[in-house]
């Protein structure tokens, strides 16, 4: 007698192979994700902070956000962009609708970088801890330099 199919116990072990090895990679494809946000979001922070820096040291002042970068930022949750915004008001690095990272300048080049109010973003609160250094005050003129 000639086989010429598979008999159902082969097909259910080649289906509980392929539950297990999908029960393992879709966790990690995860895992990937949050990751790839983590570093978007990290690096995002490092490239404003250095932008704002080149800015002011350029122009000898900071007066509107879009002059100093091109890193997408929100004043809150509902405004797209902070387009035209002066530099004295606080922006926002978003995770989705998750404030990660404030950022509030002054015109004379003084910029505070400092947490955002979620604490509970997965994304919001790793990149907070890897970019402790980084959140603090940055002063980029100062009172002795003449120009």
């Given at each position: 007698?000639k086989k010429?199919a598979?008999?159902?116990?082969?097909?259910i072990?080649?289906?509980v192979?392929l539950?297990?090895l999908a029960?393992?990679?879709?966790p990690k494809?995860?895992?990937?994700?949050?990751?790839?946000?983590v570093?978007k979001?990290?690096t995002?922070?490092t490239?404003?902070?250095?932008?704002i820096?080149?800015n002011?040291?350029?122009?000898?002042?900071l007066d509107?956000?879009?002059d100093a970068?091109?890193?997408q930022?929100?004043?809150?949750?509902t405004?797209?962009?902070a387009?035209?915004?002066v530099?004295?008001?606080?922006?926002?690095?978003?995770?989705g609708t998750?404030q990660?990272i404030k950022?509030?300048?002054?015109l004379?080049?003084?910029l505070t970088?400092?947490?955002?109010?979620?604490?509970?973003?997965?994304?919001?609160k790793t990149?907070?801890a890897?970019?402790?250094?980084s959140?603090?005050?940055?002063?980029?003129g100062g009172t002795?330099v003449?120009?």
């Amino acid at each position: 007698m000639k086989k010429n199919a598979f008999t159902m116990i082969e097909l259910i072990f080649v289906i509980v192979i392929l539950g297990i090895l999908a029960a393992v990679a879709i966790p990690k494809l995860s895992a990937t994700r949050t990751d790839a946000n983590v570093a978007k979001m990290a690096t995002n922070l490092t490239v404003l902070i250095s932008d704002i820096g080149s800015n002011y040291t350029a122009n000898g002042i900071l007066d509107k956000w879009t002059d100093a970068t091109n890193v997408q930022t929100k004043t809150d949750a509902t405004t797209n962009t902070a387009d035209t915004v002066v530099v004295t008001t606080p922006i926002y690095l978003y995770n989705g609708t998750n404030q990660c990272i404030k950022f509030v300048s002054t015109l004379d080049g003084n910029l505070t970088v400092s947490a955002g109010t979620n604490t509970t973003d997965t994304v919001c609160k790793t990149v907070q801890a890897m970019q402790a250094n980084s959140l603090k005050s940055h002063i980029f003129g100062g009172t002795t330099v003449v120009y």
